[in-house]
Structures are given as C-alpha cells and as structure tokens.
C-alpha cells in the first residue's frame, strides 16, 4: 500500500485499494436527505470551481493526496454513496487537510436511456451555472436531495433547478440565462466526455491517487492497525 495511504491509516481512515468499476444500478431510493458529515456550508469556502468542469475542495495548503469522484446527479447509486458514511468520512479529512478532493459531475447515461439521459444533462448543466464556489455544494447537495426516478420523464426540470438555486441564494436571472445557454450544454457535454476518455464506465467512480476504490466497504474498519 502508498505510503502516504499508511499515513492517512494512522488517523484511524483506510481505503480498500480494490480496482472496480462501480456501475449506477437501481436499487431501492433511499429517503432524501442531507449528506451525512460536515455541513456543505462549512466547507464552502475550500471549493475552487475549474474551467473543465472539476470541483476541487481542499484547505488552502493542501495539495494531495488526491480522491476524485466521478458522479452523476442522476444515478441512484451516487446518491447512496453521498448519503454514506464513507463520503461523510472524506469530507471530514477535507476538513482535518488530510486529502484534497476533486468531483467530476458528468453524465453517465447515454443514448439507450434517453429519459435518464436528459435528466442527468439538465443537472448537469445547472450544476455549471453554479458561478460562486461559496455555494456550489450546498447546490450539489440539494441537486441530490431532490433527485427524481431515473426513469421519470422529465425529471430535474428547469423550473425546479432554479427553485433550488434560490434555496441556497444564488439570483434566478443570471442563473436561468445560463441554464437557457447553448453555450453551457456544449460545456456540460464536453465534461462529461472528458469524463469517459479517463476510463470511467460507471458511477459513482472513486479515485485515490489514480487508483479505483471499492466505495461499498467502509473505509473506517478497514486496515486498521
């Protein structure tokens, strides 16, 4: 295992190095609620928002290492690993300056499933719209919170997308202009094909240093000692 991965075990956190491909199945929707851990609100000001689309979170003096998450708002598999302990874990070390993180909205639905498809994409594109890195989270998380049936036609509509933004402050003008903009789907597509050209074929798709993780373990009881 990485040195700097030993490291991280002594603050009683492990991650089990197991190479997967974490497909977005369907299992039972969990009942929407917040992400577990710290407050989005609290880690708001560690966001820097990227021109590619990538989210990254992280004290000030913190370069690595690095976790990356690969998610799509859509999925309900991501939306269980949001609602779990392990993502409650990351945000904690986010916190301490343990690690770096850096999510990567993207949409992993394709043509074959047209309904979950544009209801990703249209997430996806207002997740762009988010301009002010202060409230990106808290905007993520109600995009999670409020997720429709993959198979609901419709979901995430725009009216409820600028709904949200006014939830955590962000002004319905400029924000609407963008969801509108041909500009930000071409954007929104780019991401998500910058997304698949790494390898990923499902999501939620965690990385630790470059290395694929088994997210369904707790990352707490593993390799200890």
């Known amino acids: 295992m990485a040195p700097r991965l030993k490291r991280l075990l002594r603050l009683s956190v492990a991650f089990t190095c197991v190479v997967i491909v974490a497909g977005c199945g369907t299992p039972e929707k969990p009942a929407a609620a917040p992400p577990a851990g710290v407050p989005a609100v609290v880690l708001g ?26 998610e799509d708002y859509q999925c309900p598999v991501c939306l269980e690993f949001e609602q779990g302990d392990n ?24 043509d074959d499933k047209p309904i979950t498809r544009e209801n990703s994409r249209r997430a996806l594109i207002a997740s762009l719209c988010v301009r002010d890195p202060s409230t ?17 036609k419709g979901g995430f509509p725009n009216e409820q997308l600028v709904q949200l ?16 903009s041909p500009e930000t789907a071409e954007r929104a597509d ?3 094909d910058l997304a698949l050209s790494r390898g990923v074929e499902g999501t939620p798709t965690i990385r630790y240093q470059g290395q694929d993780l088994d997210w369904t373990t707790s990352w707490r009881d593993t390799g200890q000692g």
């Open 45 to 70: 000001d560690l966001v820097t928002l990227e021109q590619d689309g990538t989210v990254r979170i992280a004290q000030v003096d913190v370069a690595g290492p690095t976790l990356e998450i690969y």
């Open 165 to 180: 933004a006014g939830k955590v402050g962000i002004p319905a003008g400029e924000f609407t202009a963008c969801l509108e």
């Open 136 to 152: 990106w989270l808290r905007y993520h998380d109600e995009l999670y919170a409020h997720q429709p049936d993959e198979f609901q």
């Open 87 to 110: 993502n409650a874990l990351v945000r904690e070390m986010v916190v301490k300056g343990a690690i770096a993180i850096m999510i990567h909205p993207m949409t992993i639905f394709q």
């Open 190 to 192: 780019a991401v998500t």
